[in-house]
């Protein structure tokens, strides 16, 4: 199996920016390449796959998507601490990943999609969030966060009542 377009330009990335000595893109790319490579290890144990097992570029999306939220929630956390020198460190690290993600919907463009689906599954209450969450999700992955769609659906449905 060939290796994802994604993975080889993170990898040539790295390549590049170690030649340049920029440290903080070294090391956030190495975490990203480490978190794919523990999650190509998990897919090939799940699946049991001889040889290796490669990641599709969606699910590099994925990981990626993991990361980035990882380094938002520790930017919350910094920032009650009132550590900045860790909340600019995580926003660098936070900024190098999202050029690996699709262009993130507007609030205004999840709204949309929000809105055509809650009518398209006749959600009608809030308690209707499940099946609505399972249809918009895979339809915003990568492009949006799963708190950000919560949030707007659960606004939406509470207005309906």
Do not use: H
Request: net charge positive.
């Amino acid at each position: 199996m060939q290796n994802s377009k994604l993975k080889i330009k993170i990898q040539n990335e790295l390549t590049a920016n170690l030649k340049k000595g920029d440290q903080i893109t070294v090391s956030t790319l190495r975490m990203l390449l480490a978190a794919i490579l523990n999650r190509e290890k998990e897919k090939k144990y799940k699946e049991k796959i001889e040889g290796e097992a490669e990641l599709t570029d969606e699910e590099i999306i994925e990981v990626i998507s993991s990361e980035a939220k990882k380094r938002k929630e520790a930017i919350c956390e910094f920032e009650k601490g009132e550590r900045e020198d860790l909340v600019k460190k995580e926003k660098a690290e936070l900024e190098i990943l999202q050029q690996y993600l699709p262009e993130q919907l507007s609030e205004e463009e999840l709204k949309k999609i929000i809105k055509e689906v809650i009518n398209k599954v006749g959600a009608r209450e809030v308690k209707d969030i499940g099946k609505t969450m399972a249809e918009i999700m895979p339809q915003v992955k990568g492009r949006a966060a799963g708190s950000d769609v919560s949030r707007i659906v659960k606004e939406i449905l509470s207005l309906k009542k």
